[in-house]
């Protein structure tokens, strides 16, 4: 490929980690703080939903997108990828979990944390 559209693959997992975190970021600090307000949880859940489907679409472009990175820049002996793709696997469990329990707000916590030190490693190996 071309140094353009190696600059392409890295935009596209870029916006679509910033998609990720950025929406958890958005549900945290705003979203779910002034729809609990409202006597009707409904409205969070469909919000939530709704995230759920971009998240989704976002970690398919993260997961095809970060593999084609992997390869072109032989990261895959990489400690620091390994560490990455560790926290990846158990923050997906986390999600996993989290829709299982929904108001468990320690699971919500945990998962931005891990999303945020997914965004460090990301940057460090991208150095």
Do not use: C
Request: hydrophobic letters at 60%; glycine letters at 8%.
């Amino acid at each position: 490929m071309t140094e353009e559209l190696w600059i392409a693959v890295r935009w596209l997992h870029v916006i679509a980690m910033a998609f990720f975190v950025g929406g958890q970021l958005m549900l945290a600090a705003v979203v779910v703080p002034v729809m609990r307000r409202e006597p009707d949880n409904q409205r969070i859940r469909q919000v939530a939903r709704r995230f759920g489907i971009g998240t989704l679409v976002a970690l398919g472009v993260l997961i095809a997108t970060g593999v084609a990175l992997a390869d072109e820049f032989f990261q895959w002996e990489n400690g620091t990828l390994h560490v990455k793709l560790a926290l990846v696997a158990a923050v997906a469990g986390l999600v996993v979990l989290h829709t299982r329990l929904r108001d468990n707000h320690l699971l919500e916590g945990l998962i931005f944390l891990g999303s945020l030190a997914i965004v460090w490693l990301g940057l460090q190996l991208a150095h």
